[in-house]
């Protein structure tokens, strides 16, 4: 049960589009297309972003994409704005019957 | 709206026990499978253990194997994490998270803080 590998940060300029990605193996994210995506502000519980690799689910901007190729998925915001600073996580379910977190990227927007 | 409230946390001893609760309310409790989650002081999220809606499945992670037990009391709209045998690294704010399509994270409750310390 390793830990989906993220790049600890990312940052970006408003108005620019950043994407950070989350590799896993072929027995989570190469396997599955159960990947989530979560967005957590300082002190704050985590909010649900994107499920099934590309979902937005109600209420979430568009400007908040997802996608999957081989081991690998990513997200990408568009449009970047002050308020998506924050910190990133995906995570996946596995061939185990758990789920498995990235490590988290840390958002700055310049 | 959906709501989830965790209580139950606080100080305990290297070896001692806690039983978290997480009371829910805004949905059907008795029809979503529901996790808890763990998130180390500075650290990232850490999936800990989820049970279908009706206790008919459970799964746990290998850190928390054997030494944590998931329950829930859906008369009662609660979710429980008993843990025993506490170590320092389980310190940790606990979420409790609702279940959707049966893989991901749909609402979190705002945390419960556990420290194991002597």
């Known amino acids: 049960q390793s830990a989906l590998t993220q790049p600890a940060s990312v940052s970006g300029s408003p108005g620019q589009s950043i994407t950070i990605s989350c590799t896993g193996t072929?027995?989570?994210?190469?396997?599955?297309?159960?990947v989530s995506w979560y967005q957590q502000h300082p002190g704050k519980a985590p909010k649900l972003l994107i499920s099934?690799?590309?979902n937005r689910p109600s209420g979430v901007s568009a400007r908040f994409s997802g996608s999957k190729s081989g081991n690998t998925a990513s997200l990408t915001i568009s449009g970047l704005q002050a308020e998506d600073e924050a910190d990133y996580y995906c995570?996946?379910?596995?061939?185990?019957?758990?789920?498995?977190f990235g490590g988290g990227t840390k958002l700055t927007v310049l | 709206q959906v709501q989830l409230v965790e209580s139950g946390g606080g100080v305990v001893q290297p070896g001692g026990s806690l039983r978290l609760s997480c009371a829910a309310s805004?949905?059907?409790?008795?029809?979503?499978?529901m996790h808890w989650v763990r998130q180390a002081p500075g650290k990232g999220l850490e999936w800990v253990a989820f049970?279908?809606?009706?206790?008919?499945?459970?799964y746990y992670a290998d850190a928390v194997k054997g030494r944590f037990t998931i329950s829930r009391d859906n008369s009662k709209k609660t979710l429980y994490l008993q843990m025993n045998s506490l170590r320092p690294e389980d310190t940790a704010v606990y979420y409790c998270?609702?279940?959707?399509?049966?893989?991901?994270?749909?609402?979190w409750g705002q945390g419960i803080l556990v420290t194991v310390s002597s």
């Open positions: 072929n027995s989570d994210v190469g396997r599955y297309n159960y």
């Open positions: 998270a609702k279940n959707w399509e049966f893989y991901y994270f749909q609402y």
């Open positions: 049970i279908r809606f009706d206790g008919s499945d459970i």
């Open positions: 995570s996946s379910y596995t061939s185990t019957n758990t789920w498995v």
């Open positions: 805004g949905f059907t409790f008795s029809s979503f499978g």
């Open positions: 099934a690799v590309s």
